[in-house]
């Protein structure tokens, strides 16, 4: 199965890591907004193809998941 993961953030580095040890999964693409963060992926991961674009994941028609890393905020009242 190939995958795309948008968001490699705090939760979305844990995402890729645990993908990534799967057999049978093939992490094709992985989005993010921010340089420094898409930069850690091809640093850790070389074949995984970067974007800022998330857009491009879902167009991309060999991934057969797409997996959605969202930001990590405070619940209320724990701020």
Request: aromatic share 6%; proline share 8%; hydrophobic share 40%.
């Amino acid at each position: 199965m190939k995958i795309g993961v948008i968001g490699y953030g705090y939760r979305g580095a844990d995402l890729v890591r645990n993908f990534a040890e799967i057999e049978g999964i093939e992490i094709k693409r992985c989005a993010d907004q921010r340089a420094e963060r898409r930069a850690l992926v091809k640093k850790r991961y070389p074949s995984i193809n970067v974007t800022e674009e998330p857009e491009e994941i879902p167009a991309d028609p060999e991934i057969n998941a797409i997996v959605i890393a969202t930001p990590v905020w405070p619940r209320a009242g724990t701020e």
